[in-house]
């Protein structure tokens, strides 16, 4: 278990704490980068008392960009991102959300998509085509669990972090 040496925010420090090593390599790049965005850990309260949970939100907007949670009974960390301001994806996440799709399958839909206030008017929503041309949507506000991260995945997720907080700070600035 390693803990956190030169983060701005001591929050995640028990998340760190709680993290193997492996995990640690992977994602104290990621939340670091978070953190040096103006991106600010929260606690959330878990419902049943035995996790450590924190959403990733920027004071400017106060939109959720990011979650991770050590659940103990798992022992493993949970890591979800929002980005769905982007619009292509790396294969991994690609592979996540049709795995997404499939598994739940028409819950996810968006068939309000533009009501909710999350898009201001444009559009964002994660999309998958099947390889039959159906097209399935998810509404942009949820953040996507993306299980089995590792150090190669590590330029795409801060790619994909850099455009979704672009996209949100875009909305606060104007």
Do not use: W
Request: net charge positive; proline share 5%.
């Amino acid at each position: 278990m390693q803990t956190a040496v030169n983060t701005k925010n001591k929050n995640v420090n028990l998340l760190y704490s709680r993290m193997t090593p492996g995990e640690y390599a992977v994602y104290e790049p990621i939340f670091s980068f978070l953190l040096s965005l103006g991106y600010r850990p929260l606690r959330q309260r878990a419902k049943n008392g035995r996790s450590i949970s924190y959403c990733f939100k920027h004071p400017a907007h106060g939109r959720q960009i990011a979650k991770a949670a050590v659940r103990e009974e798992k022992q493993q960390i949970e890591f979800s991102l929002r980005f769905s301001a982007c619009e292509s994806y790396p294969p991994k996440l690609a592979a996540i959300l049709r795995d997404r799709f499939l598994a739940h399958s028409e819950k996810y839909q968006a068939p309000m998509c533009g009501t909710c206030g999350y898009c201001k008017g444009d559009t964002h929503v994660y999309s998958y085509v099947f390889q039959d041309g159906h097209t399935r949507t998810l509404c942009g506000t949820y953040t996507i669990n993306l299980p089995g991260l590792t150090a190669q995945d590590l330029p795409d997720i801060r790619e994909l972090i850099a455009k979704q907080d672009a996209y949100f700070m875009s909305y606060c600035l104007s």
